[in-house]
C-alpha cells in the first residue's frame, strides 16, 4: 500500500509539474510588417501591445520590411524557420508576397493576414477593414460637394496594393453616373513625403476642384502644396483623407488641414484576439472585418 501511495504521490507531482509548465509555456506569435514608419501602422502595433499584454502566455515578434518586398520575403521565411506558433502578416504588395505566405501556411503554421491580401486563399484568415466600402463612402461625400465639370485630384496609395485599387474602385463607382468629372491620378506610395515631391512635379495650371487622398498623411501634403501655390485657394479647396488615426489623421482634420478622414480601424487588437483563438484550438472565419 506504502509503494502505491508513493507511485501515486510521484505521479500527481509530476501532473502538478506538467500543467505548471503547460501554463507556463510561451507562444510565439510572429508579425511581419511591411512598414513601420507611417502614423498608422504605429497605431497597429500600439494596440497589438495594448491587446497582447493582456495574455501572459504569449512573445510578440515584430519583424519590420522597411517598403521592401524582398525584405518581408525573407523575414518571413525566418519566421517560418523559427517556427512561430502563429504568423500575421500585412503585405507590402499582394502578388510579390503570395507565394511565401503559402509557404507559411502550407509549412502548417496558423496564417493571419492583415490590411492588405494576398492573391491566394491559402492562409488561415483575413482580418482587416472593407476598403471598396470606405472608397464608395468617399464618393458618396465627394458627390454632394462637386461642382459641375469639377477635376478631382486623386492621390493614390502604392497601386500594387489591394486597398489602393479597392480604395479608388470604390469611388469611381459611387461617382459613375457624374460623367462630367474629370480625373487626375498621382501615386504617392502612401507616404507624405513621396506625395509632396510627386505633387511638385505635376503642371496644376488646370484647375483642381476637389482633392481625394488614400491615407491623411498624403491629404496634408496636398494642403500644403496647394496652399503654397495659392494661400487662399489652397485653403478653400476640399480635400480628403483616409484612416482617422489620433494625433495624425484625427488632428488634421481638428486643425482643419484637411476636410473630413474615413475611419479605417487598425485592427492591432483583432488579429492578437484571432491568434489567441488560433492558439487554442478554436476554429475562426476564413474573413473576420
Known amino acids: ?10 505521479l500527481c507531482l509530476l501532473l502538478a509539474g506538467c500543467d505548471r509548465a503547460d501554463r507556463e509555456k510561451k ?13 498608422w501602422r504605429q497605431q497597429m502595433i500600439r494596440e497589438v501591445g495594448i491587446e497582447a499584454s493582456n495574455y501572459d ?3 510578440v515578434l515584430i519583424k519590420d520590411a522597411d517598403n521592401d518586398n524582398d525584405r518581408q520575403i525573407e523575414q518571413i521565411r525566418e519566421l517560418i524557420a523559427q517556427k512561430v506558433d502563429v504568423l500575421i502578416i500585412s503585405p507590402f504588395e499582394s502578388a ?3 507565394d511565401v505566405a503559402e509557404e507559411a501556411f502550407r509549412a502548417g503554421i496558423p496564417t493571419i493576414i492583415t490590411d492588405r491580401k494576398v492573391n491566394t486563399n491559402q492562409y488561415t484568415t483575413f482580418v482587416g477593414a472593407n476598403n471598396y466600402d470606405l472608397g464608395f463612402a468617399a464618393g458618396t461625400y465627394a458627390a454632394k460637394h462637386l461642382p459641375p465639370h469639377a477635376t478631382i485630384l486623386e492621390i493614390w496609395g502604392m497601386m500594387g496594393s489591394s486597398p489602393a485599387q479597392e480604395r479608388h474602385n470604390g469611388f469611381r463607382d459611387a461617382l459613375q453616373e457624374r460623367t ?7 501615386e504617392g506610395d502612401w507616404r507624405y513625403d513621396v506625395a509632396a515631391k510627386r505633387l511638385k512635379e505635376i503642371d496644376f495650371s488646370q484647375p483642381i476642384d476637389f482633392v481625394y487622398a488614400h491615407n491623411d498623411m498624403m491629404a496634408i501634403a496636398a494642403r ?8 487662399v ?5 476640399h480635400i480628403i483623407g483616409m484612416d482617422a488615426v489620433a494625433n495624425a489623421g484625427l488632428e488634421a482634420v481638428a486643425d482643419g488641414r484637411i476636410n473630413v478622414s474615413f475611419l479605417y480601424p487598425t485592427g492591432g487588437e483583432q488579429v492578437i484576439r484571432t491568434a489567441m483563438q488560433l492558439l487554442r484550438g ?6 473576420i472585418p
Do not use: N, W
Request: proline share 5%.
Open 96 to 98: 510579390p508576397i503570395t
Open 282 to 287: 478554436e476554429k475562426v472565419d476564413k474573413y
Open 233 to 237: 485657394r489652397g485653403k478653400e479647396l
Open 57 to 59: 502566455s504569449i512573445k
Open 1 to 10: 500500500m506504502k509503494y502505491f501511495l508513493s507511485i501515486l504521490f510521484l
Open 27 to 39: 507562444y510565439v506569435i510572429g508579425i511581419s510588417q511591411c512598414m513601420l514608419d507611417d502614423a
Open 180 to 186: 462630367d468629372l474629370t480625373f487626375r491620378p498621382v
Open 224 to 231: 500644403e502644396h496647394f496652399q503654397a501655390i495659392d494661400p
